[in-house]
């Protein structure tokens, strides 16, 4: 379930493809580039969920992502989060969407694609993710943020 009314409410508008209510209860100011970029955030991600759904978004996307602060994202940093949460959500289950592997490896190949996690401090939201995985789902997220290898300690000589 949705953790929230208004998050549940993006939840059925993307199911539904309804782009405009996505939109509205984003909050998201049209041609406003210095908004304050949670708006944008929440509507590029249920824009995303719209796609996922199988709804034709792409022009809504290139929209938010141009015609608001999110054109300031010029390393895609805030782009690649964006998926990687969805990557989570899809391996997870989280903000009311259903366990989904197939969607959470397109969008964590995607994060990782975006450098996500060479632009953005994730090593130790890495291993939290880890830990909350099935074997399953930690394959999947593994493919795509693999582990980093630890230098075995020497042994103590007796």
């Known amino acids: 379930m949705a953790k929230d009314t208004g998050e ?3 939840l059925a ?3 539904a493809g309804k782009i405009d209510r996505i939109i509205e ?3 998201v100011e049209e041609d406003d580039d210095e ?3 949670e708006s944008e955030i929440t509507a590029y991600k249920w824009l995303l969920v719209a796609g996922d759904f ?3 978004v792409e022009d809504d996307l290139d929209a938010i992502h141009t015609g608001t602060s999110l054109h300031h994202d010029d390393d895609q940093a805030v782009v690649g989060s964006i998926h990687f949460e969805l990557g989570e ?3 997870r289950g989280l903000d009311g969407l259903a366990v989904d592997h197939e969607l ?3 969008h964590l190949d995607q994060a990782k694609e975006l450098r996500v996690d060479q ?3 994730l090593a130790k939201e890495l291993e939290r993710i880890r830990k909350k995985l099935g074997a399953e789902a930690l394959a999947i997220f593994n493919s795509a943020f693999p582990p980093k290898k630890t230098k075995a300690k020497p042994k103590a000589k007796r």
């Open 13 to 15: 508008a993307a199911k």
């Open 35 to 37: 908004g304050d970029g």
């Open 119 to 121: 632009s953005l401090d």
């Open 25 to 27: 209860l984003s909050g």
């Open 54 to 56: 199988g709804h034709d």
């Open 8 to 10: 549940a409410k993006l």
């Open 89 to 91: 959500a899809y391996l």
């Open 104 to 106: 959470a490896k397109e």
